[in-house]
């Protein structure tokens, strides 16, 4: 079945600093990946959309130049949280669909995220 | 944009019994209804989803159930186990994003 990959599954950084999480489709091209942000025992929210060749389009209240997404091929995209606060400190998670449509969803293995 | 609204938030059960989560969104144009179970620090893993023009879909111990008029889908799990504990979170699909709106995650609990 499709799979995605997330790299890494853990990062901790300092404040101030810049983390880059990747995510990968392995067997399928994927024209649109989505981001998602998940605090401590709350739901995930959709932080973003990415496109691939043109700008990813953020939810209300994400900042776009804090959260920097690239969609550069039909099998990567990045996000990159900016400038770090504790406060930015979650789980971050990527989801897939294949090219031409359909309705499947995969998602990635995740990234916590820890600030300090 | 799509609005969830997912009940219980807290399901405690007892082994063998049966368990019911009811999810309601407000797209009416959506059409693609997912339940998801996430363990802790794990990513959503999709157990059963429906699509528009089915009303009920069964998969051994797991069904689903949609109401397209009412805008609502529920999950049903029967003969319930230990290792269904986790968190369920219902992800009707946007149309217009075309992204997966969740609900805001049942915390199930089988004892033993």
């Known amino acids: 079945g499709a799979v995605v990959s997330q790299h890494p599954s853990r990062v901790i950084c300092k404040s101030g600093t810049s983390v880059k999480i990747e995510c990968r489709s392995l067997d399928f091209q994927a024209t649109t990946m989505f981001w998602y942000r998940q605090f401590p025992k709350q739901s995930l929210m959709l932080m973003a959309t990415s496109n691939e060749g043109s700008k990813a389009t953020y939810e209300q209240g994400v900042e776009k130049d804090k959260f920097l997404i690239n969609h550069a091929s039909l099998t990567l995209s990045t996000l990159t949280v900016t400038s770090a606060h504790p406060e930015d400190s979650s789980f971050y ?6 090219s031409g449509g359909g309705y499947g969803y995969t998602f990635g293995s995740g990234t916590r995220l820890t600030v300090v | 944009g799509e609005n969830v609204e997912q009940h219980p938030s ?5 082994e063998g019994d049966s368990a019911v989560i009811k999810c309601t969104y407000s797209d009416s144009a959506s059409n693609y209804f997912p339940w998801y179970k996430q363990e ?6 999709l157990i059963i989803d429906i699509r528009s023009n089915v009303g009920e879909k069964k ?3 797991i069904a689903v159930t949609l109401n397209k008029t009412a805008k609502h889908f529920s999950l049903h799990i029967t003969e319930t186990q230990p290792e269904d504990s986790a968190v369920y979170f219902c992800a ?3 149309t217009g994003r075309r992204a997966l709106t969740f609900g805001s995650g049942t915390r199930l609990q089988v004892q033993p």
């Open chain 1, 93 to 98: 998670i990527c989801s897939a669909r294949a």
């Open chain 2, 92 to 94: 009707p699909r946007d």
């Open chain 2, 40 to 45: 802790l620090g794990k990513r959503p893993q």
């Open chain 2, 10 to 14: 807290t399901l405690s059960v007892q």
């Open chain 2, 59 to 61: 998969d051994q111990r």
